[in-house]
């Protein structure tokens, strides 16, 4: 008896099944009613008595080695599919998506961040607004072509409601209630009225950034200019303002920075220029101050806004406007790293 029971040990600890079935075959086999362990323990009753002792024992450890063994085996093919025998129980486990943040909301972070960082809050407005604070308010003349229906989404024809197509309208909602200082950096999503194609759509992205305060000048404007364009795409970046109009801000420019791809050597990316436009800024027209009830002989500032779309596309190279809005995991996951 003590050979059987030895023989079944090893035999036990060296058993392997292909799938759930063959472990109930086993239990089976030594565990249930006419299994040959019971049937070891209903012989043990005739053992002599001065071998009952080392026997039982014995025994004892044989039924528990083939309880464990068969627990294991179970434990191993629990939530497997009963047919499927082809699973490697040892692989690793698949990664677990967890999703991508948006490379619009990366940038549009960032650029938070960076103004965060030189004081400026952030301030929100509506989306669906009126034509006082997109246009009038702004200084646009009554026949500036962007009151026309083919720049501006309007919601009805005939009335008053429209769809922003600048977040500037947001500067004269907060100067409206804030008198100076006010250091606020608007970002929003706005709409105009474009056919969409790669470099157009009609609808975009800006961050609008705007400071109000006694004595507030154009030498200011450009050190913040400065600041944001090293922070964003780095150290060695150089800035350019070229001389430009806005009804809102006078004088008005436009700041290119040096081709972040080339350097400024010149590339196809700079069309050979070394310089690529991000940006249009200004310092806040006396009217717009005037038409939010601050005294424009106390007060100055400067505004500028971006466009989210285009500082990414300078980061990173989006050759297509339309990638942003049509939720390819194959392009969003590709902005994983920089989550
Ligand atoms: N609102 C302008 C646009 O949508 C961008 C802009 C230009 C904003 C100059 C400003 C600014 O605050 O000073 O094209």
Redesign the pocket.
Known sequence: MINKINVLLVEIRDLKVNNSEEIEALRIKYLSKKGEITSLMNDFRHVAAEEKKILGQKLNELKEQAQKKINELKAGYENQSSSDDSIDLSRTAYPYHVGTRHPLSIVKQEICDIFGRLGFSIAEGPEIEDDWHVFSSLNFADDHPARDMQDTFFIQQGIDTLLRT?T?SVQTRVMEKTQPPIRIICPGRVYRNEAISYRAHCFFH?V?ALYIDKNVSFADLKQVLLFFAKEMFGPDTKIRLRPSF?P??EP?AEMDISCNLCGGKGCPFCKHTGWVEIL???MVDPNVLENCGIDSKVYSGY???MGIERITNLKYQVKDLRMFSENDVRFLRQFEAAT
């Open positions: 600048h500037s800006q609008e806005f809102f801000t008005s249009g800024c200004g505004a500028l806004g």
